[in-house]
């Protein structure tokens, strides 16, 4: 399984950026996915993640950020919206096929992951 993360860029407080993880693998729809990031200084934390449906979120980013997948393109997003300076951070994608829901936010639950995308707000 590879992950390969996109869409990280230089964006106003306020705006939106939509991250993109394409899986390279078979039964993509088999595998809960997440987002977590790193920010200077700092360890790396959950952003995000889902099984096939809903989506389950880090307090700092509940009613901004929206997880989806689509399953026939092996992608899985991340929709960033209102964003703030504390949101720079490089951002992860990560895949596992046994994550369990009460571990979704677990870092550990996860044995496969992209290289991050980095992700700046800045005025």
């Known amino acids: 399984v590879q992950l390969q993360a996109s869409g990280g860029g230089l964006v106003q407080p306020g705006g939106s950026l939509r991250l993109s993880c394409a899986f390279s693998g078979t039964s993509f729809r088999s595998y809960a996915v997440g987002w977590f990031r790193q920010a200077p200084g700092k360890e790396r934390s959950f952003v995000a993640a889902m099984k096939q449906s809903g989506g389950s979120y880090a307090d700092s980013v509940k009613g901004r950020f929206t997880i989806s997948r689509d399953n026939p393109k092996n992608t899985v997003y991340l929709q960033m919206h209102s964003l703030r300076p504390e949101d720079t951070a490089v951002y992860y994608c990560?895949?596992?096929?046994?994550?369990?829901?009460?571990?979704?936010?677990?870092?550990?639950?996860?044995?496969?992951w992209g290289l991050g995308t980095q992700v700046t707000v800045s005025s």
């Open positions: 990560a895949a596992d096929p046994s994550v369990i829901t009460s571990n979704l936010a677990s870092q550990r639950a996860y044995t496969n």
